[in-house]
T-cell receptor
Framework: GAVVSQHPSWVICKSGTSVKIECRSL??????MFWYRQFPKQSLMLMAT?????????EQGVEKDKFLINHASLTLSTLTVTSAHPEDSSFYIC??????????????FGPGTRLTVL | AQSVTQLDSQVPVFEEAPVELRCNYS??????LFWYVQYPNQGLQLLLK??????LVKGINGFEAEFNKSQTSFHLRKPSVHISDTAEYFC???????????FGAGTRLTVKP
């Protein structure tokens, strides 16, 4: 099946610094990618949706200037948490869809990135 | 917009017993339905999905789910669980004309020996 990778798998940073998380589709072209945030013992909350080559669409309540999303190619999307604070500590999961192939109705999820801001 | 309600936050069960995890959805349009499993500190793994056709869907690891349109439900079942089935299970819905997927709050399945 289709594989989505994330890097890094975990990161610890100091408050005020910026952190970049990469999401790659390894064996298909992801025309659409999604970024989710998951707090401990809670569900996944959609943060934003990005289509290759265009600006991301953010969910209500998500600061687009704080969570910068770039979907520059069909296999790579990045999420940059700018000026991170302890409340940004969370599990970030990306997901990708290929609307051109057999996976038209399915999203493939990455393994997640654990961000801890000290 | 669509939404998902998972009726049980935690389900404890003994090994080899049957289990049902309940999921109800709300949507004004037709939807696709999914069940995912998440093991600690890992991403989501697709168990099964309903797109169209037969309302009884069989997935991996012996799980199955039945789509009930009149009751707007998509309950997940397994006739005999194993210790290794202990995990968090998420029901999700996506409408035909919408781009994103919405998740339920999750059900923690704990299988005891």
């Amino acid at each position: 099946g289709a594989v989505v990778s994330q890097h890094p798998s975990w990161v610890i940073c100091k408050s005020g610094t910026s952190v970049k998380i990469e999401c790659r589709s390894l064996d298909f072209q992801a025309t659409t990618m999604f970024w989710y945030r998951q707090f401990p013992k809670q569900s996944l909350m959609l943060m934003a949706t990005s289509n290759e080559g265009s600006k991301a669409t953010y969910e209500q309540g998500v600061e687009k200037d704080k969570f910068l999303i770039n979907h520059a190619s069909l296999t790579l999307s990045t999420l940059t948490v700018t000026s991170a604070h302890p409340e940004d500590s969370s599990f970030y999961i990306c997901s990708a869809r290929d609307v051109k192939g057999l996976a038209i109705n399915e999203q493939f999820f990455g393994p997640g990135t654990r961000l801890t801001v000290l | 917009a669509q939404s998902v309600t998972q009726l049980d936050s935690q389900v404890p069960v003994f090994e080899e017993a049957p289990v049902e995890l309940r999921c109800n959805y709300s949507s004004s349009v037709s939807v696709y339905l999914f069940w995912y499993v998440q093991y600690p500190n890992q991403g989501l793994q697709l168990l099964l999905k309903y797109l169209s056709g037969s309302t009884l869907v069989k997935g991996i690891n012996g799980f199955e789910a039945e789509f009930n349109k009149s009751q707007t439900s998509f309950h997940l079942r397994k006739p005999s669980v194993h210790i290794s089935d202990t995990a968090e299970y998420f029901c999700a819905v996506r409408s035909y004309n919408n781009n994103d997927m919405r998740f339920g709050a999750g059900t923690r399945l704990t299988v005891k020996p």
